[in-house]
């Protein structure tokens, strides 16, 4: 499958390498073409790894994972365009950190509102999936390496684009039992919120390397 | 133990029968001195169970349970009155819930404050710890309900006090290692934030009865 990462971070990193390694063809996106974390990416990915703008990527791929700080997603994907876009799953995987009042950081939307609907409301020709926005990178690909049936969240307005991340996800290493659809996009809202628990719950932990199991 | 549970709700409820169970005296604090459910309340919980005003309850306890429906938990706290709270340790189990723009519920306070630091604010001359706000009542006060080492959360800004709670949650059946202590009563945001996740886990597992596990 041909594939589009949005985002040059740890996240965009570590999603990028493992659909890489999964065997799928990668372009990495942002905002400009020579990007040095873009480009380092594709040199150590192989043949199979690319670099290039958002619109590069968007172009590319067949399916987007958005891993672009949350507060800079919809100028992301505007920068990507609409026309790459459109009719495209977008796995959104940011959650709208704000940092500007200092730390530990508040959320630029929540509450009444969440990134996952801004983006489904704004780009209403795209199907989005919230996803993996509730643990750290290298739990979100490499999920044997914590112990126990912990899970992560799915949720989108779009049942056949949520069966397709689901999908994707299983190949990352999540039992379908382990992945656990919350419904609609605007339980994104609750995803995203969580980051404010997550946050303390690393500091209790003493690192990010942690995630969350259901007892029911 | 004297204690006073100000909310004759089902989470009043639950914790004062438990509390009575363990043999301390309750009284269950109200807005009015004949509330009907805090009269039939002390009715079933025998000669250790008693009904009276939030004032009344407030000087009562040596330790005050805060189970009112968050919205309102300041004004009942203000009715209770500043010279029954003085000194004692405030345990706010609530959530701020806003049911005003229907369901499901958004929070009348988050992100940049919180319930919990609220009450800390206005009343300095008492020690608050949150804790118990992310799981239905049933498993507060019987968390061997539910298998697994699923957690407690616990927040304040007064160490000795947060102590006091969890060696009371320990009678309710929280072994001291599942009590987790997220710092101080900041975090309280994290923990009533969530809320918004709960309520969509409340749907994907079909009941309330359920809690979180920490995979690390």
């Not at 199979?48 to 891993?67: N, P, Y």
Request: proline share 4%; with cysteine.
């Amino acid at each position: 499958m041909r594939l589009a990462v949005l985002g040059t971070g740890m996240v965009g990193n570590a999603i990028a390498t493992r659909l890489v390694e999964l065997g799928h063809e990668v372009t990495m996106g942002s905002r400009t073409a020579g990007n040095e974390r873009a480009v380092a990416w594709a040199a150590t990915a192989g043949e199979r790894g690319h670099a290039g703008t958002f619109a590069d990527a968007a172009e590319f791929g067949e399916l987007i994972f958005s891993c672009i700080a949350g507060v800079h997603t919809l100028e992301a994907l505007d920068a990507a365009g609409r026309s790459h876009l459109e009719g495209k799953v977008i796995v959104d995987v940011a959650n709208p950190l704000d940092f500007t009042h200092g730390m530990p950081p508040t959320l630029s939307v929540c509450n009444t509102d969440s990134l996952g609907e801004q983006i489904q409301r704004t780009f209403p020709e795209c199907r989005v999936v919230k996803a993996l926005n509730t643990m750290n990178c290298s739990v979100m690909v490499d999920p044997a390496s914590l112990p126990g049936d912990h899970v992560a969240f799915v949720c989108g307005s779009y049942a056949d684009a949520k069966q397709e991340v689901i999908a994707l996800l299983e190949t990352f290493g999540w039992p379908r039992a382990r992945v656990v659809d919350l419904g609609d996009i605007a339980a994104s809202r609750g995803t995203e919120m969580y980051v404010s628990l997550w946050l303390r719950l690393w500091g209790a932990v003493g690192g990010p390397h942690f995630n969350i199991t259901l007892a029911s």
